[in-house]
């Protein structure tokens, strides 16, 4: 019960055992297979294995064995059984049916059982915390944190302990006593490789090159967390600076040490020069030093020193022999290390003197450290931990036995970790790290790898001016890629802690914003992406399944990203805030394989390779034009730009150099002579280049002397980028610094050193030389047609989106949806009209679609902006579902819903009851008609005459009062309305005295031009009288009115004001144009624009007896009934002559 004797006695057969209990009475092991669906059973060493119950079991659960029967829970049937247990196949008993979540089961004695006792039962074994039995007998334990005293019963809390670390476990025992080890709950551990303590925290620290980390918890093993998480780098040892919270740690595979701060969280790389194999690491922080021994490549094993912040690094012993673990005595300030050359352990003081043998003929010490009087260590061969006093190499021990490998060896105790400074307190005002030096009131702050420490010497500044080197992490076979980054031989190189780094093809810098940006290219994706140095704010810059980018530049100033398109042959341009500029070069034929820029002169260099594989430079300006080959070869493989001094590099395959000239082409010369270079920087006054993929040079950038390697035995370099900030330093003063110099697209230097405006490909620079756009060479009525870059034809703009094309590449029809504003509807034959005239049952649109697929069907309801369809049963449900919630509007919405039909059914029912009220309807209009129309003939047998004249302008709207609204007929010009004197009521008119027209006299209201004529009375009584026949196109034939009657009747004798009315005369304006049908829309407005016809001047007037002499109006003729049927606006009463000589 201990955990010791460990022992596997079923490993067939098993799959899932979710309940196990033992039969005390005879001596017996039963469990549950939930997979299986078996309960099973046998001896306690396992044989004798046999079935109980292999039948309807679905799930096993919880089990357990009392009395005679095995209890058992099944979470699927939801039920509590039993069976017997000395019955194989016995019958079942259900105990609890229907009980859901059923999980686990325990049977409990009503009556203890005084018959079983063993060592524990009696005053807890004598123990003072835990008694736990065994089959040799009883023992007692500790809770975590305590030991057992050499009577092996009594706890208590160490005042130190042993800890020690093996491969996927960490462990503590008594320093004093031989008891056995306790492991750490602590899990997921793969592979531990270093292990220190924070004794004041109370917490171990701990690198596992598996898991890429270094993790701590607290000493008790809760509360684990990761400090450090790597990416490549992999830890073989560490220490801890406990007073300035400090990691120090071996990155094997990088070769150097580094060193994290716990609060800040950054890294610095300390020691990198000189370093062969380092294998062991240790610190004096109160004197401030760090110690390593070395495992040199040379075969000359040292042990090596420096400061704590890397400086005044030394050798302090040679040819020694290979040494491993090494540890301080921070009281006699000795430093101690394993010889594994001579099997011994020595020490020396803190600068080498006085080195000694402490104890040797040791079999194989691995592990060591120190503690009070006595030196501690682990022998690989032996498996124990033993120790040997330091003074005089007496009173050596034997700790513990049968330990398999100890990696890490350590010794907790309080006064292990004595000392102070004033990098304990604030970090010592430091930004990231504080490093005592010489005594521990003198100190120093540091900077992470690269960046450099300010003026007041407590903050840091990112680097401004470094080299970037793209490069395959690992072996050839990996897609995994890496940045690293380089200063010169003062600074270490760093590999920047990008995330999602495949396929990486090329790289670049926005010094600016401080992102990197590089091109990924696999079979499968192809993006652009960009993150800051620090791997945080990573994100995916430009990405389409079409785009095949291969190439890629940076313009600061403008904040341009030209990049080219291999499939497409073309150089296009994104701002760095994702904005597409557009196309500004291309060169139908050939393959773009580069391009670079200068950002100072506003050129471009384009490197294309022609069908004949010769290849050129090509010079631009930014916007592409004036495009100029510099440079003329068979094989151009790579180029760069020195902005400095305005001069071109180039890698020539053709004859194996590295060749330069001026941008103008003029001066070339070879620098670098017998070397493929696929890659090309300037990085201050050097031209640094790649060797084949596995190798990076440099030389003087002039003379191409001095040449040096600084990369050798690479997997796979695929670019390279320098990044000079110094050069921007007078950013602001560019022109294209601030709002891109107010240019709407590209802003760059041109020859004349100004500021220019260009646009890309298909645009051109408008007049004002800032803005570009289509229209650039054609007036505003007219539109441009995109036929190339710089040319441009005009057509009218009434020809934009008209439904045919004018333009050749037909770009009068593109986008036509982006024609019409908001507010109007786009027909399908390309005009615009007001989306309120949408699916109202009049056809708008030349090709009807206005009332065709942009209307709901008769299960929808349209919103009010005509924009969507929502299904019926979402309207009026206090969910606003229309984007300006008209289907929760009050009334309107409620009404649309429940008129709308929802059901076939419904539809059919509501149709035929439409079609029978017509019906009925009609009839009866037409029985009142004939009767009305009877009853008027028999009536009016004769005219009334004597009309009275001159009803002025300023009375027709008077006149116009004495109809009621409801009485008035659709249209004024639809009746003739006549004019009786109440006392003579059967004069004949005067055919001399009516002309036809208006007569002129002085007293008359003269019409201004423009303005129909007045009206002329009819001659024939039978049209008066409604007798004839109607004709449109014949102007003698006359119309049938009838409405003469019911004016009569509802006004009691009172004579409605006239309508006007026309004659045939061909002097009159013609009436066809005059349309009924709603205006054109607006792209035809310019020349199907028609204003409703002016309106003609009546007679309208009240008669009396004296004036019935006077002729009546006429009633209408037939050109006046065509413009009734087709003017819907109809026009006011003509004025009549005022005298009565008219």
Known sequence: MDGSMREVIIDESLVWPNGIALDFEYMRLYWADAKLDKIERSNLDGTERTVIVDSELPHVFGFDVAGKYIYWTDWQRRTIERVDKLVPGAPRELIVDQLPDLMAIRVLPMKPNSTYTNGCSGNNGGCSNLCLNTPSGHVCACPMGQELLADNKQCVVPEAFLLFSQSKAIKRTSIKYAHKATPLPIQHLQNITALDIHVTKELIYFADNVNGSIRRAYINGSSVSTVLQFRKESPSAMVIDWISDNIYFIDASMKLIEVYNIQSKARKVVVWKDLGDPRSITV??????????DWDVDGIPEIGRANLDGTDQRFILSDIGRCGSITVDLDANRIYWVNYRRNAIQSAGLNGEDMQVMIKNLKSPVSLNIYGNYVYWYDSTDQNIQRVSKIDQSDVATIQTDITPVVNLLVFHKSRQNGSSVCAINNGGCQYFCFTSGNSQTYSCGCPTHYLLNQDGMTCSAPR???????????QSTRDMQVRRLLDNTQPDLVLPLKSMRSVRTINYDTADDKIYWIMDSDKYRAIKRSTVDGSRAEIFLHDS???????CIEPYSRLLFWIDSVQGVVNVTTLDKKNVGVVYRNDGNTLTAVAVNPRKGYLFIVAES?????????????????????????IAAVAVDEQNDWLYFADHTTSTIKSCSSNGDNIRTLVDKVTSTSLTIYKDKLYYTQG??????????????????????????????VNADFLQNYNRHPCSSNNGDCSHICFIGSDGTKQCGCPDGLNLHVNGLSCAPLATCKSSYFACSTGHGQVACIPMEWRCDGSEECADGSDEKDCSQFCTADEFTCGSGECIDRKQMCDRVADCYDSSDEQDSCCRSDKFMCSDKKECIPVGQVGDNIVDCKDGSDELTGTALAAATSAPTINTTVGIVVVLCIVFLFILIVVIFIIWKCRKRAYSLRYLEPVANARPGVSFDSLGTAMMDVPANHMPQSLTE?????????????HYDRNHVTGASSSSSSMTHLQAGFNPPPSPVTERSAFLGHGAMDMDDCSSTLVSSAYQTYYKRHHGKVPP???????????????????????????????QLNPPPPTPSRSQMCSADEASEDPPSPSTVRSFRSTIHNPYPPPPSPEPTSDNS
Not at 546 to 552: A, L, T
Not at 695 to 713: A, H
Not at 975 to 987: D, E, G, I, K, P
């Open 284 to 293: 004096h922080p109160v004197k401030g030093y760090i110690y390593w021994t």
């Open 693 to 722: 993929s596995t190798q990076l040079f440099y030389v003087d950038k002039t003379s191409g002397r001095n040449r040096k390697q600084v990369m050798r035995r690479r997997t796979d370099i695929t670019d390279i980028h320098a």
């Open 611 to 635: 069908k004949s594989r010769s290849s050129q430079v090509i010079r631009t300006y930014l916007d592409g034009s004036s495009p100029v080959a510099v440079v003329t070869s068979q094989s």
């Open 465 to 475: 001016n470094f080299f970037l080197v793209s490069e395959r992490a690992g072996t």
């Open 975 to 987: 009746t003739t309305v006549v004019s009786a004197s109440s006392t003579n009521s059967a004069l």
């Open 1058 to 1088: 006239t309508t006007p009315m026309s004659t045939c005369d061909d002097s009159e304006p013609s009436l066809k144009n005059y349309s009924m049908q709603r205006p054109r829309p607006k792209k035809y407005k310019k020349y199907h």
């Open 546 to 552: 079409k785009i095949y980018p291969s190439s890629m």
